[in-house]
Each structure stands twice: as structure tokens, then as C-alpha cells.
DNA sequence: ATGGGTACCTGTCTGC
DNA sequence: TGCAGACAGGTACCCA
């Protein structure tokens, strides 16, 4: 499910409310990709100093008790494919789906995963440890300034994969999954197809100012639900609404009516309009 | 080093 | 109605 809009907006709707929050209680359900590290009764009186994010990842930035606002080490999680996060009050019963439970003095925060491809990593500092391994090799990200037609230019030099590929790849920069992918480089007028290393440095500039765009438009409209996403509130996105291509096989592209097409690479959906997209 | 494929796991939808 | 098969927002890992 989730891409960069949907964790940020996640993020968004947690960070106000979970910070100062201290952590009262944890439940592990079944297990989910990675396992946590940590004896999970550690993390009871510590409190959510901060809640930040990196590509797809969450990291939870906890404090001990003493000295008071001690670095107390953190949480990574990922959604994975199916997973979502709320916040409610009280202690309502787990799901089958439901199988990270964290208590705090401002209700529970809890992970629902049913693919369970989502993971919650406990770790000294996010560049240390399980945390470090998984955010090592991360591209930059798209709303850093270092995110230019150059950056990606040379990111691409030298890679024989269709552009697509290396764009979900999330070496060069992070946080463009398979939706946004394809919306990406219809809005950018690029082929999928198009192999990485013969994209321009011209289309390169126009590339990173559609990723901009595509995340940005999708965090304002709250993320993409198509089937489950929401927010840590519950409320939907809406951004589907607005795609132009992504899941529209055989439906007229918006700007010169031919029907949009799907093809398979590696072994995802590419949705692209091949008048409008060029290699 | 790069690129291709597999694996993880479960739900939903489609077509016979 | 039942059931097999395809497909789903991610990414680490193995092998050529």
C-alpha cells in the first residue's frame, strides 16, 4: 500500500498527538518481516521524543525516563504492502491483522498488517544496528534540496534497466513506488520503457520536478486509497482520484484520449499512455 | 556491479 | 456456488 505520501501522511497525523507520549504497554501479534530486537517490555517508560521519516520508514525517537529526555534509542517500522497505523483511545481488542500494539498515555498505536511484509525494528540510532542496515544504500530524498536533474542524471548513467525500474529501485531517490512511478513519468512525458542511461539530463530536470509534484499533490490530498490505505485517524486519501494513469488499462489518457496501456516489468503493473510518453 | 528472479504472506477479484 | 489463478501499494536476498 504504502508509497512516500502515504507514510508522510501517516506521519502527519501522528507526530502532534504521539510526541511527549510515553509508552505504557507493548503487544507483539504473529510476526511480521523482521523481528523487533528487543525484549519488548524495554520500551515500557520511555516516551516518543520525535517522529520522523526516511524514504518509506518511520523512525519512532524514544527517551528514557532519566536523565529526563535521555536518548532512549528508537523504533524503524515499515508498512510494507498492507500495512496501516491508528491511534485510538483506549484498548480495543486485536484483529487478526493487528500485530504491533504500542500503549501510550495518548491511546494505542497500532499496527495493521495482514500480509505482514511491514516490520517494526527496535534500535540504538537510526544509523546503527537493524535500523542502519535497512536505511544504508537509500537514495536521496525527493524534497532535499541535493534531489536535482544532475543527482538524477548520474543516478541513472551506467543502468541498463528500464528508467521505471530504477526509479522503484529507491537508490537514486527514495520513496516513488509503484504507483506514483507510473504517474510520475506520464507527468514527465517518459516512456517506462526508456532505459535509464539514455534519459537526458533536460528530461532528468523534468523528471525530478514530476516526482515533486506527484508526491507532493499526493501528500495534500492525503495519500492513494485504493483499497485500505488510511491515515492514523482513519480517514482516506484521495489522490486515485486524480491518477492518470496508474490502473487505467484501456481507458482514454486524459490528454490525447488514446487508451492508456499496462505492461509488466519486473513483474509489476506499468500503466503509460505511448502517445503521450516517449522514449 | 548489475540485473533478473524468488521469496515473504494473505486478501480480493475474475473467469471458467 | 466452487475453485484455480491472477494480482495487490515493498524490498531483501540469491544467483548468473
Request: aromatic letters at 6%; glycine letters at 14%.
Amino acid at each position: 500500500m504504502p508509497e512516500l505520501p502515504e507514510v508522510e501522511v501517516t506521519r502527519l497525523s501522528l507526530v502532534e498527538r504521539l510526541r511527549g507520549a510515553e509508552i505504557t504497554g507493548v503487544r507483539v501479534g504473529k510476526p511480521l518481516r523482521w523481528p523487533l530486537g528487543c525484549e519488548p517490555g524495554m520500551l515500557t517508560g520511555r516516551r516518543i521524543i520525535d517522529i520522523t521519516r526516511r524514504g518509506k520508514y518511520l523512525w519512532f525517537a524514544l527517551g528514557v525516563p532519566s536523565p529526563p529526555g535521555g536518548d532512549g534509542g528508537g523504533l524503524l517500522l515499515h508498512l510494507g504492502m498492507s500495512g496501516s497505523l491508528s491511534l485510538t483511545p483506549g484498548t480495543p481488542a486485536p484483529g487478526p491483522w493487528d500485530h504491533f500494539d504500542l500503549h501510550t498515555s495518548r491511546g494505542l498505536l497500532r499496527l495493521t498488517d495482514p500480509r505482514r511484509f511491514g516490520a517494526v525494528v527496535w534500535s540504538d540510532a537510526p544509523h546503527e544496528g537493524a535500523a542502519g542496515r535497512l536505511l544504508a544504500g537509500l537514495g536521496v530524498e525527493p524534497f532535499d534540496p541535493g534531489f536535482t536533474a544532475a543527482h538524477l542524471k548520474a543516478g541513472l548513467s551506467g543502468r541498463r534497466v528500464a528508467v521505471k525500474q530504477a526509479l522503484l529501485a529507491g537508490d537514486v531517490v527514495v520513496g516513488v513506488g509503484n504507483i506514483y512511478a507510473s504517474e510520475t513519468l506520464f507527468l514527465a512525458g517518459i516512456d517506462p520503457r526508456t532505459r535509464s542511461e539514455r534519459v537526458s539530463l533536460a528530461r532528468c530536470g523534468r523528471l525530478a520536478d514530476a516526482v515533486r509534484r506527484v508526491l507532493a499533490r499526493a501528500v495534500a490530498l492525503g495519500g492513494s486509497t485504493l483499497r485500505d490505505f488510511r491515515d492514523a485517524h482513519g480517514a482516506g486519501g484521495a489522490f486515485q482520484l486524480e491518477a492518470r494513469v496508474y490502473g487505467r488499462e484501456g481507458l482514454p489518457c486524459q490528454v490525447c484520449e488514446q487508451p492508456v496501456r499496462r505492461i509488466v516489468q519486473g513483474q509489476r503493473s506499468t500503466f503509460f499512455c505511448a502517445t503521450c510518453q516517449r522514449r
